[in-house]
C-alpha cells in the first residue's frame, strides 16, 4: 500500500481556512490528524469543525505525536525557522508558509538543516502551479512577446482597517513578526514567480519610506533588480495609497509586444502584439494552494518531485532584504 502522508498543522488561521487547509483533505494520499494553536480552544474548535482527530497548544507535542509524519507551519514568519527545524530534527519534512522565513539568514539555517538530515522542506509559493501563472510562463517561453527587454511590478493599495488601530496593529506590519511591513508579506509572490519564469535575481536594491507613519514598518518602497540572464527591471509598493490609485500588475515588455498580468486579483491577462491587445481568461482551482500541495504529497509519497522547495525559496528572501537594505 502506497504511503499515506498524515499532516499535522501548526497555525489554524484563515490561509489555512480557504486556501489550503481543505486542500489537504481532497488530495488523494493525504490526511489531516492533527492540528496545533497556542491557544487551545482554538485549536480545539478548529479540530471539531473540520473532522481533525487530535489538537494540541504545544508545537513539539504536534510534532511528537507518532501518527504525524509531515508538519504544515502556518504561523508568522518569526517562527518559522524554529518550527521547520523542530520538525525536520524529527525526522519530519515540513511545507511552510511564505515568506519562508523572517530574514534570509534564517532560510539558510532551514536549508542547513534540511541538508544535514536529509529531511525535505517545501515553501508555499503555489502561485508556480496555478493554471493562470502557467499561462504567463507559457507566452513568455513561446515567444509571443519576443525577446524580453524589461519587467515591471506596480502594486498599491489602500490602508487597511486594522493598519489604523496602533494599539492592536496586525503582525504583518511589525517587523519583529513579519519580518517587515506589506512589503514582506506580499511581495514574495511576485518576487518569486518572477525568478520562476525569468531565473535568479543576482542584483536588487531598492529604498523605502514611511509615509503615513501608521505603523512601524515601512509602508512604501521602489526597487531595480537584474536577472542572471541580464534581463532587467523595477517594482513600486505603495500600502497607504488613495483606494483611486489601487493597482496590481507587472508588465513583461519585449521586442514584439508585452504581457501584463496580475498577481492577487486575477484579472484577465492582457498580451499586446501587432494583432492588437488580446484578454486571456484562465479559471484557477477553488483551493489555491491544491496543485502545489498535490505536488509536495506526490513527492513526499514518491510518485515525482516537487522544486518548490527551500533552496528555491531562499532566493526570494535574499532578494527582499537587499530591496529593504537588511544585508
Request: net charge negative.
Given at each position: 500500500m502506497e504511503k499515506?502522508?498524515?499532516?499535522?498543522?501548526?497555525?489554524?488561521?484563515?490561509?489555512?481556512?480557504?486556501?489550503?487547509?481543505?486542500a489537504f483533505q481532497k488530495i488523494e494520499g493525504s490526511e489531516v490528524v492533527a492540528v496545533m494553536s497556542r491557544n487551545g480552544q482554538k485549536a480545539q474548535q478548529y479540530a471539531e469543525e473540520w473532522g481533525i482527530a487530535h489538537?494540541?497548544?504545544?508545537?513539539?507535542?504536534?510534532?511528537?505525536?507518532?501518527?504525524?509524519?509531515?508538519?504544515?507551519?502556518?504561523?508568522?514568519?518569526?517562527?518559522?525557522?524554529?518550527?521547520?527545524?523542530?520538525?525536520?530534527?524529527?525526522?519530519?519534512?515540513?511545507?511552510?508558509?511564505?515568506?519562508?522565513?523572517?530574514?534570509?539568514?534564517?532560510?539558510?539555517?532551514?536549508?542547513?538543516?534540511?541538508?544535514?538530515?536529509?529531511?525535505?522542506?517545501?515553501?508555499?509559493?503555489?502561485?508556480?502551479?496555478?493554471?493562470?501563472?502557467?499561462?504567463?510562463?507559457?507566452?513568455?517561453?513561446?515567444?509571443?512577446?519576443?525577446?524580453?527587454?524589461?519587467?515591471?511590478?506596480r502594486f498599491a493599495q489602500p490602508p487597511r482597517n486594522l493598519d489604523y488601530n496602533s494599539e492592536h496593529l496586525p503582525w504583518r506590519v511589525q517587523p519583529d513578526i513579519a519580518g517587515g511591513g506589506y512589503f514582506y508579506d506580499l511581495a514574495p509572490h511576485q518576487i518569486d514567480l518572477?525568478?520562476?519564469?525569468?531565473?535568479?535575481?543576482?542584483?536588487?536594491?531598492?529604498?523605502?519610506?514611511?509615509?503615513?507613519?501608521?505603523?512601524?514598518?515601512?509602508?512604501?518602497?521602489?526597487?531595480c533588480f537584474q536577472f542572471d540572464n541580464g534581463i532587467v527591471g523595477s517594482g513600486s509598493w505603495c500600502f497607504v495609497a488613495h483606494d483611486s490609485a489601487r493597482e496590481d500588475r507587472i508588465?513583461?515588455?519585449?521586442?514584439?509586444?508585452?504581457?501584463?498580468?496580475?498577481?492577487?486579483?486575477?484579472?484577465?491577462i492582457a498580451l499586446h502584439t501587432?494583432?492588437?491587445?488580446?484578454?486571456?481568461?484562465?479559471?484557477?482551482?477553488?483551493?489555491v494552494q491544491q496543485p502545489l500541495i498535490q505536488a509536495v504529497v506526490d513527492h513526499l509519497r514518491g510518485l515525482s518531485t516537487c522544486t518548490c522547495d527551500g533552496e528555491s525559496a531562499t532566493l526570494t528572501n535574499w532578494v527582499m532584504d537587499k530591496i529593504l537594505g537588511k544585508i
Amino acid at each position: 500500500m502506497e504511503k499515506i502522508i498524515k499532516w499535522g498543522f501548526i497555525g489554524c488561521g484563515e490561509v489555512t481556512r480557504y486556501k489550503s487547509g481543505p486542500a489537504f483533505q481532497k488530495i488523494e494520499g493525504s490526511e489531516v490528524v492533527a492540528v496545533m494553536s497556542r491557544n487551545g480552544q482554538k485549536a480545539q474548535q478548529y479540530a471539531e469543525e473540520w473532522g481533525i482527530a487530535h489538537w494540541y497548544d504545544d508545537a513539539q507535542a504536534l510534532i511528537d505525536d507518532p501518527e504525524v509524519n509531515a508538519v504544515y507551519i502556518a504561523t508568522p514568519p518569526s517562527s518559522h525557522a524554529t518550527y521547520a527545524i523542530m520538525a525536520m530534527k524529527a525526522g519530519k519534512p515540513c511545507y511552510i508558509e511564505k515568506p519562508m522565513a523572517e530574514t534570509y539568514e534564517e532560510c539558510c539555517r532551514i536549508n542547513r538543516v534540511s541538508q544535514e538530515t536529509g529531511v525535505p522542506c517545501f515553501v508555499a509559493y503555489y502561485r508556480r502551479y496555478l493554471p493562470y501563472f502557467l499561462k504567463v510562463k507559457e507566452l513568455v517561453e513561446s515567444g509571443a512577446i519576443g525577446q524580453v527587454i524589461n519587467i515591471q511590478i506596480r502594486f498599491a493599495q489602500p490602508p487597511r482597517n486594522l493598519d489604523y488601530n496602533s494599539e492592536h496593529l496586525p503582525w504583518r506590519v511589525q517587523p519583529d513578526i513579519a519580518g517587515g511591513g506589506y512589503f514582506y508579506d506580499l511581495a514574495p509572490h511576485q518576487i518569486d514567480l518572477l525568478q520562476e519564469i525569468f531565473g535568479c535575481i543576482l542584483q536588487a536594491s531598492g529604498f523605502k519610506s514611511n509615509r503615513r507613519g501608521l505603523y512601524p514598518a515601512e509602508d512604501t518602497l521602489s526597487a531595480c533588480f537584474q536577472f542572471d540572464n541580464g534581463i532587467v527591471g523595477s517594482g513600486s509598493w505603495c500600502f497607504v495609497a488613495h483606494d483611486s490609485a489601487r493597482e496590481d500588475r507587472i508588465e513583461v515588455i519585449g521586442d514584439k509586444g508585452m504581457i501584463c498580468f496580475s498577481v492577487y486579483t486575477y484579472d484577465p491577462i492582457a498580451l499586446h502584439t501587432e494583432r492588437g491587445r488580446e484578454e486571456i481568461h484562465i479559471t484557477n482551482p477553488t483551493y489555491v494552494q491544491q496543485p502545489l500541495i498535490q505536488a509536495v504529497v506526490d513527492h513526499l509519497r514518491g510518485l515525482s518531485t516537487c522544486t518548490c522547495d527551500g533552496e528555491s525559496a531562499t532566493l526570494t528572501n535574499w532578494v527582499m532584504d537587499k530591496i529593504l537594505g537588511k544585508i
